[in-house]
């Protein structure tokens, strides 16, 4: 059976994940300032300002619709590497959504595909200070609570709280990827804002798609 959520459901996250973006741009930015181009919270604020601005002008008949038109919009609008790779993220997730009823395993499946973008497109490894520190054990423990009958929300939850530690465990290691990994030992003790935008979306579904 579906959770029954809607084109305006998701509609609803992208919007809360838009103003969760906009009120921590400040703190985003400065933790990219230490160890990478001092834009991350900037990007993703623009972004999805850019996201909101078209659900404001657009009806979309279907959630797949939705989320690959918000993938593209990040790849438009945003520099740096978060916008390609939220923008690839968004985009494999919605086409994964694609005719799929809207259930706990439906959207596990769409989280795979997204992070499988980002995998293809930054082809990270768990612990190379990025944001798959927090997308890796997110969809662990996503799969872990769906496979022990959790709903869509409490699922989303258990991934959140699985990211924030991912998050947390970026803070003393060494990036191995990114403009980080050119600061070598001294990027080490910084937490890092990819993973942290990345505890901040699904942190940001887990509220509205419960």
């Known amino acids: 059976m579906g959770e029954q959520k809607t084109v305006e459901d998701f ?6 994940l838009a103003v969760t973006l906009h009120e921590n741009a400040a ?4 933790l990219d300032s230490a160890i990478g181009d001092a834009d ?18 657009t009806t979309f008949e279907s959630v ?3 989320l690959k038109k918000a993938g593209m919009t990040l790849v438009s609008k945003v520099g ?13 997730f919605g086409t994964a959504l694609a005719g799929a009823e809207i259930t706990p395993a439906s959207v596990g499946a769409a989280l795979k595909a997204g992070i499988g973008g980002i995998l293809t497109r930054g082809k990270p490894e768990l612990g190379d200070k990025t944001m798959y520190d927090a997308w ?12 022990g009958g959790s709903d ?7 991934a959140a709280e699985a990211a924030a530690k991912g998050r947390d465990a970026t803070i003393p290691l060494v990036a191995r990827k990114g403009r980080a990994s050119y600061l070598g030992e001294r ?8 993973a942290t935008s990345t505890t901040l979306l699904l942190e940001s579904a887990a509220r509205t798609l419960a």
Request: hydrophobic content about 45%; aromatic content about 10%; proline content about 4%.
């Open 11 to 16: 509609a609803n996250w992208l919007r809360d």
């Open 80 to 92: 740096g590497a978060s916008g390609p790779l939220y923008g690839t993220f968004f985009l494999r």
């Open 27 to 30: 703190y985003l930015t400065e």
């Open 136 to 147: 890796a054990p997110a969809l662990e423990a996503y799969d872990g609570a769906v496979a």
């Open 64 to 66: 797949d619709e939705l």
């Open 152 to 158: 869509l929300g409490g699922a989303l939850a258990a």
């Open 187 to 194: 990027s080490a003790g910084h937490q890092d804002p990819g």
């Open 40 to 57: 991350h919270g900037t990007n993703m604020d623009r972004g999805f300002t850019a996201i909101v601005a078209v659900l404001d002008e």
